[in-house]
Antibody
Framework: EVQVVESGGDLVQPGRSLRLSCAAS????????MHWVRQAPGKGLEWVSG????????GYWDSVKGRFTISRDNAKNSLYLQMNSLRTEDTALYYC??????????????WGRGTLVSVSS | EIVLTQSPGTLSLSPGERATLSCRAS???????LAWYQQKPGQAPRLLIY???SRATGIPDRFSASGSGTDFTLTISRLEPEDSAVYYC?????????FGQGTKVEIK
C-alpha cells in the first residue's frame, strides 16, 4: 500500500525541541520531493517545509526559518522535521506529504494522517 | 506572495445540486499552476485537481475545474452526501506555495 505515516508529535513547552518522523512505503521514496504541511486546530492548511528528492534543495515557510530543519534518509525511506525553539503558534497537526515537482514547486498527491504537536506551558 | 481567496465561505446545498466554488488569486498564477484538495472531517486532505483542470487519479468525473490567470473554479456537478467537506485551492506558481482559506460544502 502506498502510504506515509507520521510520528513524533507531543505536548511540549515553549522553547523546547521536537523531532517529527515520517515513514514512507509502497513507492520509490527517492524519486519524490517531500514536504511538511501543518493545520492549526480549526484552521486551514499551511506549507511548512520541503526537500528535494536528492536533498539538494530545501525550503521553509518564513515563520519557521532558522528554527526548523527538514531532512531525509532515502536508504530508510524516511523524512524528518527537527523543530527547535517551539512557539505556541506552532501548535498544529503536521502532515507528511509527497510532492509532485512542477517548475521547482508543485502540488501534493499523497498525505499522511498527521501527527499532533501541541506547544503550551 | 500570492494570496488565494476562496468564496463562498460555506455552501449549503441538497444532494443532486451543482456546487460552484471560487478561488481568486492576488496576482496571476502562471501556467495554471493551481490545485484543489478535499478534506473530509477528521481526515487528511486529498488531491482532486492539478494544473487547474486535470483530475487526479480516482477522482469522479462529477468533479471538474477550470480557470486561468487569477480566477479559478471547482464545480461538483451532482452533489452526493459524501461530498460534504472543506475544499482548498493551492497555487504552485511562485514561492511560497500557499493555500486558500477553504470553502465548506454542507449537504442538506
Amino acid at each position: 500500500e502506498v502510504q506515509v505515516v507520521e510520528s513524533g508529535g507531543d505536548l511540549v513547552q515553549p522553547g523546547r525541541s521536537l523531532r517529527l518522523s515520517c515513514a514512507a512505503s509502497g513507492f520509490i521514496f527517492e524519486d519524490y520531493a517531500m514536504h511538511w504541511v501543518r493545520q492549526a486546530p480549526g484552521k486551514g492548511l499551511e506549507w511548512v517545509s520541503g526537500i528535494t528528492s536528492k536533498s539538494d534543495g530545501v525550503g521553509y515557510w518564513d515563520s519557521v526559518k532558522g528554527r526548523f530543519t527538514i531532512s531525509r534518509d532515502n536508504a530508510k525511506n524516511s523524512l524528518y522535521l527537527q523543530m527547535n525553539s517551539l512557539r505556541t503558534e506552532d501548535t498544529a497537526l503536521y502532515y507528511c506529504v509527497r510532492g509532485i515537482a512542477v517548475a521547482g514547486l508543485g502540488y501534493f498527491d499523497l498525505w499522511g494522517r498527521g501527527t499532533l504537536v501541541s506547544v503550551s506551558s | 506572495e500570492i494570496v488565494l481567496t476562496q468564496s463562498p465561505g460555506t455552501l449549503s446545498l441538497s444532494p443532486g445540486e451543482r456546487a460552484t466554488l471560487s478561488c481568486r488569486a492576488s496576482q496571476s498564477v502562471r501556467s495554471n499552476y493551481l490545485a484543489w484538495y478535499q478534506q473530509k472531517p477528521g481526515q487528511a486532505p486529498r488531491l482532486l485537481i492539478y494544473g487547474a483542470s486535470s483530475r487526479a487519479t480516482g477522482i469522479p468525473d462529477r468533479f471538474s475545474a477550470s480557470g486561468s490567470g487569477t480566477d479559478f473554479t471547482l464545480t461538483i456537478s451532482r452533489l452526493e452526501p459524501e461530498d460534504s467537506a472543506v475544499y482548498y485551492c493551492q497555487h504552485y506558481s511562485s514561492p511560497p506555495r500557499t493555500f486558500g482559506q477553504g470553502t465548506k460544502v454542507e449537504i442538506k
